[in-house]
């Protein structure tokens, strides 16, 4: 029978509950093979209660170093070399999610993350609060699992328990660091302030920012001439400047255009 490799999530020389529970799930695809990456010396004696919840064989990885999780993902990808298991189980914590996800990535294997079920050859993943219960595979030899914690429950049967010391590989000096080509940018305000300059009537060659504004107002109602003829006021636009590209001074211009009913006649 296949090893099933359970990476084994501990805190305080104290086996977390949610790897009892990957034990369990692990039986349904092969052997239940622990894998232990701890301090030196805090590894053995997690064994016992590995042992008591179904763990064929413990892999005991001690090492110093202090590279986050990094350690965790060199052990398992060497033991999924070596062992060539039938599947990766871990617990679907924060850094579970991380090792799991850089481990597949390692090993070229399928991830399947966050799921409520395993099954011989398929997951189950709870989709929509539950409303769904979604089967998957995974096409690749020793797909790596990670099992919602309180998805299964704990069903507690003594295994052999064999320990066997692994070597963990010294730190690479592998480095995540990418060269981005340098480009130039132009500022959007500079091309918005050149298109949208107004131009002087009354002062050619002079031009206004974007803070120019221009207002045209069109009377609504008509007036009397001095000849009491009844006239329409021409409309008028004014032009209030923003800021002069030439001598940097605010100033307001009015332009008024030729009467409507007396052409010629400038208001």
């Known amino acids: 029978m296949a090893e099933v490799l359970v990476l084994v999530d501990h805190l305080d020389n104290q086996v977390k509950r949610s790897t009892y529970e990957l034990l369990t799930a692990a039986r349904s695809r092969g052997e239940p093979s622990a894998v232990v990456v701890a301090a030196p010396g805090a590894a053995a004696g997690l064994t016992g209660a590995l042992k ?78 539950g409303a769904y219960a979604v089967t998957a595979t995974a096409n690749t030899a020793h797909p790596v699992i990670t099992v919602r914690p309180g998805a299964v429950e704990i069903e507690p049967a003594v295994g052999a328990g064999a320990e066997q010391a692994v070597d963990v590989p010294a730190a690479s000096r592998r480095s995540a660091t990418a060269r981005v080509p340098t480009r130039t940018f132009t500022p959007i305000r500079s091309r918005l302030a050149v298109s949208s300059r107004a131009r002087s009537a009354s002062r050619p060659g002079r031009s206004w920012g974007m803070s120019s504004t221009i207002v045209t107002s069109t009377p609504t109602r008509a007036r009397n001439s001095p000849s009491s003829q009844p006239e329409t006021p021409p409309p008028s636009t004014s032009i209030e400047r923003g800021r002069d590209f030439r001598d940097r001074m605010s100033q307001a211009l009015t332009i008024r255009s030729p009467s409507v009913s007396k052409p010629g006649m400038v208001e």
């Open 52 to 129: 008591e919840h179904g763990a064929e064989k413990v892999y005991l990885a001690e090492t110093d170093r202090t590279d986050f999780l990094t350690p965790e993902v060199d052990v398992l990808a060497g033991l999924v070399e070596a062992t060539s298991p039938a599947a990766v189980l871990i617990g679907a914590s924060a850094d579970g999610q991380e090792i799991a996800g850089r481990l597949a990535v390692r090993t070229g294997s399928g991830l399947l993350s966050e799921v409520v079920a395993i099954g011989p050859d398929s997951v189950t993943h709870s989709a929509f609060g």
